[in-house]
């Protein structure tokens, strides 16, 4: 495996630790469970999660999100691109913001339906990918699928942040606008990387 394909892996791996932090522990496991009586030190953990959390998994994000313009500069320039890199790489970046959008509704900061929306482009994409692998076609990621993942990474990032710095010199919600605009641009590439392709699938 390239180095390329070892740090979209890497993005992977990088999720679960996103969620330990994007994600207090449920109160009930906290207060009620018999782990939570073993173990009274997850009850600070918690607490600490609950204030600071966020802004730890907003910089674990954005460290991993950076990662998907290394590896496609390395592989670009190191000619060291291959099909199973350009497969699993959009499943990286899938996955990660995925579970972002799942813990930003975790802790009420976006709307169910926003995530429902950008999850179901998300999964709609990869199906059709996966029938194209099926037909020995590899579809790479057209220039309005990189667009949405860059809005869909500071729509989220500022939406992890509670808006800040910017809440510190405004009331704008910033953080909403971006994610407004991401929901569109998603709802638009979908279309248009379903238009573009459906075609060539036929053929």
Known sequence: MNLPNKITLSRIFIVPVFMLFAIPFPDWLVNDSIIGRLLPQLQVINNFTKSYGQFIAAAIFVIAASTDGVDGYIAR???????????????????????????????????????????????????????????????????????????QIIAITLCLLKNYPLSEITDFRFDWCAMLIAVIVTIYSGYEYLAKNVKLLND
């Open 77 to 151: 320039k190191r000619k060291l691109i291959t099909k199973f890199g350009i497969f699993l790489d959009p499943i990286a970046d899938k996955l990660l913001v995925n579970a972002a959008l799942i813990a930003l509704v975790e802790r009420h900061v976006i709307s169910g339906w926003v995530a429902m929306i950008i999850l179901s482009r998300e999964l709609l994409v990869t199906g059709f990918r996966l029938v194209a692998a099926g037909e020995n076609i590899v579809i790479p990621a057209s220039k309005w699928g990189k667009i949405k993942t860059v809005t």
